[in-house]
């Protein structure tokens, strides 16, 4: 059987050193592989998403799976994208476009070390709490909203989304992607933390698809459109928002963990 040897990355998204931030596997593809094969890797790689990328002349396709299921939008590991294609494959223009079957036109601006996710910002209804939620946490929520892809549940302080200690298995039956819980921050506009056990990740570390809901909601509630955020997860990461009209601009670093070759 003929060995096919693939160069992947993985990169610390939302970070400005190892160790911190969302870890996302990146593969630059000459064309897809079937999807099965997608799957395996991301699998295998056992992070919370693996980014595959297909250049198309000047713009590129993208797609993310996490390890257990394709996923319709990612913000890190498209940030973890653009740190691939902006570092190692001498692209020289200052915005990288993407295309995502699912989420239609996204881009990747570079100013320095500094890279800028621009994303369609999502539309959220306020909700009753479903049966998994309530039984899930411990605190109620003050409010929950419900978006494209995930619930939203909002707290009252920091330390009730640093305290949270949600049942997993009871959110694995929660139908939507995962659940955001936020509340104001003391040094920041808002923190967050995000859960997705039915999709293989338990808590994500850094989730910049989840700030596409986030920003909306607290540019509302906090009436400015410019915010600073952080993700209170272990490893922690730290974003700047803007909300421009109908789309989202995410701001954050990248670094490089490793570079090597997968064979398959």
Same mark, same amino acid.
């Given at each position: 059987m003929k060995v096919?040897?693939?160069?992947?990355y993985?990169?610390d998204?939302?970070?400005g050193t190892?160790?911190?931030?969302?870890?996302?596997?990146?593969?630059? *593809?000459?064309?897809w592989?079937?999807?099965e094969?997608m799957?395996?890797? #991301?699998s295998e790689?056992?992070?919370s998403?693996t980014?595959?990328?297909?250049?198309r002349?000047?713009d590129?396709e993208?797609r993310?799976?996490t390890?257990?299921n394709?996923?319709?939008l990612?913000?890190?590991?498209?940030?973890?994208?653009a740190?691939? +294609? $902006?570092n190692?494959?001498?692209?020289?223009?200052?915005?990288?476009s993407f295309?995502?079957?699912h989420s239609?036109?996204l881009?990747?601006t570079?100013?320095?070390? *500094?890279?800028?996710?621009d $994303?369609p910002?999502?539309? +959220?209804?306020?909700v009753?709490?479903?049966?998994?939620?309530?039984?899930?946490?411990?605190k109620s929520?003050?409010?929950i909203?419900?978006?494209r892809?995930?619930?939203?549940?909002?707290?009252?302080? =920091?330390e009730?989304?640093e =305290?949270?200690?949600?049942?997993?298995?009871?959110l694995k039956?929660?139908? #939507?992607?995962?659940?955001?819980?936020?509340?104001?921050?003391?040094?920041?506009?808002f923190?967050?933390r $995000? $859960?997705?056990?039915g999709?293989?990740?338990?808590?994500?570390?850094?989730?910049?698809?989840?700030?596409?809901? *986030?920003?909306p909601f607290?540019?509302?509630?906090?009436g400015?459109?410019? *915010?600073?955020a952080? =993700?209170?997860?272990?490893?922690k990461?730290?974003?700047?928002c803007?909300?421009?009209?109908?789309?989202?601009?995410?701001?954050g670093?990248?670094?490089?963990?490793?570079?090597?070759? +997968?064979? +398959?």
């Amino acid at each position: 059987m003929k060995v096919r040897k693939q160069k992947m990355y993985q990169i610390d998204a939302f970070s400005g050193t190892v160790f911190g931030g969302n870890p996302a596997a990146v593969c630059v *593809l000459e064309d897809w592989w079937p999807d099965e094969l997608m799957q395996s890797v #991301a699998s295998e790689n056992n992070l919370s998403e693996t980014a595959f990328v297909v250049q198309r002349e000047k713009d590129f396709e993208i797609r993310w799976f996490t390890p257990m299921n394709e996923e319709a939008l990612c913000g890190h590991a498209t940030l973890a994208s653009a740190h691939v +294609i $902006f570092n190692y494959y001498e692209y020289t223009e200052d915005t990288i476009s993407f295309y995502s079957r699912h989420s239609g036109n996204l881009s990747v601006t570079k100013d320095k070390d *500094l890279l800028t996710l621009d $994303f369609p910002a999502d539309n +959220i209804t306020e909700v009753e709490p479903p049966k998994e939620i309530v039984d899930a946490f411990d605190k109620s929520p003050l409010e929950i909203y419900k978006g494209r892809m995930d619930y939203l549940l909002l707290y009252e302080t =920091q330390e009730d989304i640093e =305290q949270s200690k949600p049942n997993l298995h009871i959110l694995k039956n929660v139908d #939507a992607r995962g659940v955001i819980i936020t509340a104001v921050g003391k040094e920041v506009d808002f923190v967050s933390r $995000f $859960f997705a056990p039915g999709c293989g990740v338990e808590e994500d570390p850094v989730t910049g698809s989840a700030h596409t809901t *986030l920003t909306p909601f607290w540019s509302k509630k906090l009436g400015k459109t410019k *915010l600073t955020a952080q =993700q209170l997860s272990q490893r922690k990461g730290a974003l700047t928002c803007e909300l421009i009209g109908d789309r989202v601009k995410i701001s954050g670093k990248a670094v490089t963990y490793f570079i090597g070759d +997968i064979y +398959i």
